[in-house]
């Protein structure tokens, strides 16, 4: 396929461990949607060796097999909301792209986070060390994002959100909640399928949206200490996507 012409038309683009994985599980069963065929997070737009020079799309569409059955298919990286490269690469591939962004409490997405790099033993500190040394930790990323260490600058949502309204407007970005996916299942499947544009009669069935019970629980100091400092950026959120988030943050 020619570069010119865009085949990639909606990505799951947010966030790490807020319940993509259940997403994309449940956006493979469906017959009009076609999603990467050997993988689930293709991590194209967030590889530097990728745009050294003008992008060659043709190993990026070697990763997808749509048929003509096919109205929508999609890139399930959940990185793409957080690397700063990767929303204006997407725009010049496809500015008409459609963002899927399943959001959830940015405290607990840290300590989940920084559960799962502890049990691939990429990460040794405590959690608490972690989040403290975390700005430290990421300087040796840089210009670049740390892609390990950045618990908590991930969870910043409102800043990613306006970017990717600025970009591709509002009408392109559908956000839902990671409770959204625990709890209604058929709700929030129908928002997705009406947005990708889908039968939306064929809702895939009801599959677990994973949690993980975590050997060590979250301390309550530190948890109302981390959510104190995210407290401005949830109420912007708010307002963006016209939700009450006083669950993630209380009053």
Same mark, same amino acid.
């Given at each position: 396929?020619?570069?010119?012409?865009?085949?990639?038309?909606?990505?799951?683009?947010?966030?790490?461990?807020?319940?993509?994985?259940?997403?994309?599980?449940?956006?493979?069963?469906?017959?009009?949607?076609?999603?990467?065929?050997? +993988?689930?997070?293709?991590?194209?737009?967030?590889?530097?060796?990728?745009?050294?020079?003008?992008?060659?799309?043709?190993?990026?569409?070697?990763?997808?097999?749509?048929?003509?059955?096919?109205?929508?298919?999609?890139?399930?990286?959940?990185?793409?909301?957080? =690397?700063?490269?990767?929303?204006?690469?997407?725009?010049?591939?496809?500015?008409?792209?459609? =963002? *899927?962004?399943?959001?959830?409490?940015?405290?607990? !997405?840290?300590?989940?986070? =920084?559960?799962?790099?502890?049990?691939?033993?990429?990460?040794?500190?405590?959690?608490?060390?972690?989040?403290?040394?975390?700005?430290?930790?990421?300087?040796?990323? +840089?210009?670049?994002?740390?892609? *390990?260490?950045?618990?908590?600058?991930?969870?910043?949502?409102?800043?990613?959100?306006?970017?990717?309204?600025?970009?591709?407007?509002?009408?392109?970005?559908?956000?839902?909640?990671?409770?959204?996916?625990?709890?209604?299942?058929?709700?929030?499947?129908?928002?997705?399928?009406?947005?990708?544009?889908?039968?939306?009669?064929? *809702?895939?069935?009801?599959?677990?949206?994973?949690?993980?019970?975590?050997?060590?629980? +979250?301390?309550?100091? +530190?948890?109302?200490?981390?959510?104190?400092?995210?407290?401005?950026? *949830? !109420?912007?959120?708010?307002?963006?996507?016209?939700?009450?988030?006083?669950?993630?943050?209380?009053?």
């Amino acid at each position: 396929m020619a570069n010119s012409s865009p085949l990639v038309n909606f990505v799951i683009g947010g966030t790490q461990k807020g319940g993509t994985t259940a997403l994309d599980v449940f956006l493979r069963q469906h017959p009009e949607i076609c999603m990467a065929h050997s +993988l689930k997070e293709v991590h194209y737009f967030d590889q530097e060796k990728y745009f050294a020079g003008t992008p060659d799309y043709r190993h990026y569409h070697a990763f997808f097999k749509p048929g003509p059955q096919h109205k929508a298919v999609g890139d399930a990286t959940p990185i793409y909301m957080y =690397w700063d490269a990767a929303p204006i690469r997407i725009h010049q591939y496809n500015p008409k792209m459609k =963002w *899927i962004l399943a959001l959830r409490n940015p405290v607990d !997405r840290a300590f989940s986070a =920084w559960n799962m790099e502890r049990q691939r033993q990429a990460d040794t500190l405590p959690f608490k060390d972690a989040v403290e040394q975390e700005a430290a930790r990421c300087r040796a990323a +840089l210009p670049l994002q740390h892609r *390990i260490f950045s618990y908590l600058d991930r969870g910043f949502y409102a800043r990613q959100l306006r970017r990717l309204h600025e970009l591709f407007g509002k009408e392109n970005c559908l956000v839902i909640l990671n409770e959204d996916l625990l709890h209604d299942h058929q709700g929030t499947l129908l928002k997705v399928l009406q947005f990708l544009g889908v039968d939306e009669t064929i *809702i895939p069935p009801a599959s677990k949206v994973f949690h993980h019970a975590y050997e060590q629980k +979250l301390d309550p100091e +530190l948890q109302a200490r981390l959510t104190e400092m995210f407290r401005a950026d *949830i !109420r912007e959120l708010e307002q963006l996507i016209q939700r009450d988030l006083s669950a993630w943050c209380p009053k």
